[in-house]
């Protein structure tokens, strides 16, 4: 992976990075690239930029789980460790979560009809879904559904043994 940004990019980053490392000094843990430009996707004039910054005082909660997989492993460092240093590894299994079948129902939906909706809207939309992308697609939505209501993780609620859905 190179990494190539255009020029201007690499100024654009290097200016917070340095005011952060000013103002924050030996308390700075790290600043991170996230997305598009972290992993060569990056368009000029539609990716967005996403500094972070890592310090003890500083929690990030709104990151989900394979957000930060994802970029645990594809992140840019932009001053400090690397992020395979700083992010604890993700196992995969937590990925596999309800709210990942749900959220990918709900995201869907809003494609196709501009309309946003809950979770559980999204996921009774798509089961509507001729084309539902997956052959078991209505058994995992509904599957997701229930786990909801139970409280159940996916691992669970399709009744796999954990090695077949590592295996997915």
């Known amino acids: 992976m190179t990494n190539d940004l255009p020029r201007e990019v690499e100024i654009y980053n290097e200016e917070p990075v ?47 789980l394979l957000d930060i997989a994802t970029e645990r492993e594809l992140g840019r460092n932009l001053h400090g460790p690397r992020t395979v240093d700083v992010f604890a590894a993700i196992p995969r299994r937590w990925t596999l979560e309800v709210n990942s079948v749900l959220n990918a129902c709900r995201g869907w939906r809003f494609i196709i009809t501009g309309e946003f909706s809950s ?28 786990a909801r209501k139970t409280g159940d993780n996916l691992v669970s609620a399709w009744k796999l043994p954990v090695a077949q859905v590592m295996a997915l």
Do not use: M, T
């Open 18 to 64: 340095q005011h952060l490392v000013d103002h924050l000094k030996e308390r700075l843990v790290g600043v991170y690239l996230f997305g598009s430009a972290s992993y060569d996707a990056y368009e000029p004039g539609l990716s967005d930029l996403h500094n972070i910054n890592l310090e003890p005082a500083n929690k990030s909660s709104h990151w989900y």
């Open 119 to 146: 979770k559980v809207n999204g996921a009774k939309w798509a089961l509507e879904q001729q084309d539902c992308p997956v052959d078991r697609c209505s058994d995992i939505v509904n599957d997701a559904i229930e």
